[in-house]
């Protein structure tokens, strides 16, 4: 609150109208682009289109990407992104110096709400066009506001849609994370040291997530499990969010039918495996999106969240919605998890 408060009065402030550039801006005259999404994992994989468009749309411009430090090094074998940015909120001066230094022709913030961070991130980059969505909060800062589009649609058309008003054309829509050799080796590795029945179809199962209210009951996801692994339909592994081990452990506390649980990962390793199961079941989390972006078969447990907007997209998904209550069964969702699966 107190920093959109402090956007509010700065707006008032320091906005003085003027003329907006035409779109679309001339790209012959543009060599360095920013683009800013400091969130969480979901947001910033579903920006992954954004920097293909912009390489293949414009020959020659740099794209620069920046993210929170968590999620780095997902975009570390990207193609499409010449640089990544950090943003660590504890301490922000190196990455303000990096965005005083660069000198970019333009800033774009995929956020469609306003976000202070993004913001403050635009405003350090000294950019001569700052490219946002129309916000009342940001309109002394960006010169280049776009109105949203009316309705819900998918979050990685937002994003695109603030470079198509730029001009760009050869849009590349599905989300899409890349892996270097060495990183191919370890997990095929991995697979090869740790899997017991590689006979049968690999499932892999989250069933912690960031707010347990969004989560469907870990007793249910115990019991999928239990029937997956009884009837010899899958083998299953088990995915351990940031302090989670403890809960999986306690859940899956019969050794004779636990299934086995992976040890720390980190995030593009667990992506390398993700890219190599036959099927990811998870809540509406983060990692769904790892999913989509690997063309991975996908089933999902939406608690809250616009469909439209967050959901499974390119890729082969299955969706269960359990809203306001507790009716999914577990038979329900095996039963689908069973026509997902080869």
Same mark, same amino acid.
């Given at each position: 609150?107190?920093?959109?408060?402090?956007? *509010?009065?700065?707006?008032?402030?320091?906005?003085?109208?003027?003329?907006?550039?035409?779109?679309?801006?001339?790209?012959?005259?543009?060599?360095?682009?920013?683009?800013?999404?400091?969130?969480?994992?979901?947001?910033?994989?579903?920006?992954?289109?954004?920097?293909?468009?912009?390489?293949?749309?414009?020959?020659?411009?740099?794209?620069? %990407?920046?993210?929170?430090? !968590?999620?780095?090094?997902?975009?570390?074998?990207?193609?499409?992104?010449?640089?990544?940015?950090?943003?660590?909120?504890?301490?922000?001066? @190196?990455?303000?110096?990096?965005?005083?230094?660069?000198?970019?022709?333009?800033?774009?913030?995929?956020?469609?709400?306003?976000?202070?961070? !993004?913001?403050?991130?635009?405003?350090?980059?000294?950019?001569?066009?700052?490219?946002?969505?129309?916000?009342?909060?940001?309109?002394?800062?960006?010169?280049?506001?776009? @109105?949203?589009?009316?309705?819900?649609?998918?979050?990685?058309?937002?994003?695109?849609?603030?470079?198509?008003?730029? *001009?760009?054309?050869?849009?590349?829509?599905?989300?899409?994370?890349?892996?270097?050799?060495?990183?191919?080796?370890?997990?095929?590795?991995?697979? #090869? %040291?740790?899997?017991?029945?590689?006979?049968?179809?690999?499932?892999?199962? #989250?069933?912690?997530?960031?707010?347990?209210?969004?989560?469907?009951?870990?007793?249910?996801?115990?019991?999928?499990?239990?029937?997956?692994?009884?009837?010899?339909?899958?083998?299953?592994?088990?995915?351990?969010?940031?302090?989670?081990?403890?809960?999986?452990?306690?859940?899956?506390?019969?050794?004779?039918?636990?299934?086995?649980?992976?040890? @720390?990962?980190?995030?593009?390793?667990? !992506?390398?495996?993700?890219?190599?199961?036959?099927?990811?079941?998870?809540?509406?989390?983060?990692?769904?999106?790892?999913?989509?972006?690997?063309?991975?078969?996908? !089933?999902?447990?939406?608690?809250?969240?616009?469909?439209?907007?967050?959901?499974?997209?390119?890729?082969?998904?299955?969706?269960?919605?359990?809203?306001?209550?507790?009716?999914?069964?577990?038979?329900?969702?095996? %039963?689908?998890?069973?026509?997902?699966?080869?």
């Amino acid at each position: 609150m107190f920093k959109r408060a402090l956007w *509010g009065f700065l707006n008032t402030l320091f906005h003085r109208g003027g003329t907006a550039p035409a779109l679309p801006l001339d790209f012959n005259k543009i060599r360095s682009v920013l683009v800013i999404r400091p969130d969480r994992l979901g947001d910033v994989v579903l920006s992954t289109p954004v920097y293909a468009s912009l390489k293949k749309s414009f020959s020659g411009v740099e794209v620069t %990407a920046l993210v929170d430090r !968590a999620y780095k090094s997902l975009l570390a074998d990207d193609p499409n992104v010449d640089r990544t940015l950090v943003f660590n909120k504890r301490n922000p001066i @190196p990455l303000i110096k990096n965005l005083i230094a660069a000198r970019f022709d333009v800033a774009i913030t995929l956020n469609r709400k306003f976000s202070a961070t !993004a913001a403050a991130m635009a405003f350090f980059s000294g950019a001569r066009w700052r490219v946002n969505y129309k916000t009342d909060e940001g309109a002394w800062l960006y010169n280049v506001q776009i @109105p949203p589009r009316e309705g819900v649609q998918h979050e990685t058309q937002n994003n695109l849609d603030l470079i198509r008003a730029l *001009g760009a054309k050869n849009i590349q829509e599905a989300p899409r994370i890349f892996f270097n050799p060495e990183e191919e080796q370890k997990t095929q590795a991995f697979l #090869k %040291a740790n899997r017991k029945h590689p006979e049968r179809p690999l499932v892999l199962v #989250k069933p912690g997530t960031r707010v347990p209210a969004w989560g469907w009951k870990l007793e249910k996801f115990r019991t999928v499990c239990e029937r997956l692994m009884e009837s010899g339909r899958a083998e299953v592994f088990i995915v351990c969010g940031p302090g989670e081990k403890e809960m999986v452990d306690s859940l899956f506390d019969n050794p004779e039918s636990k299934p086995f649980v992976l040890p @720390p990962l980190s995030l593009k390793e667990l !992506a390398g495996l993700i890219a190599k199961c036959d099927l990811l079941f998870c809540n509406h989390t983060g990692i769904m999106h790892l999913a989509s972006a690997l063309q991975t078969p996908l !089933a999902v447990i939406f608690k809250h969240g616009q469909i439209e907007r967050w959901g499974p997209c390119h890729t082969r998904s299955m969706i269960f919605e359990e809203r306001n209550g507790d009716f999914l069964t577990p038979e329900e969702v095996v %039963a689908g998890l069973d026509k997902m699966l080869p």
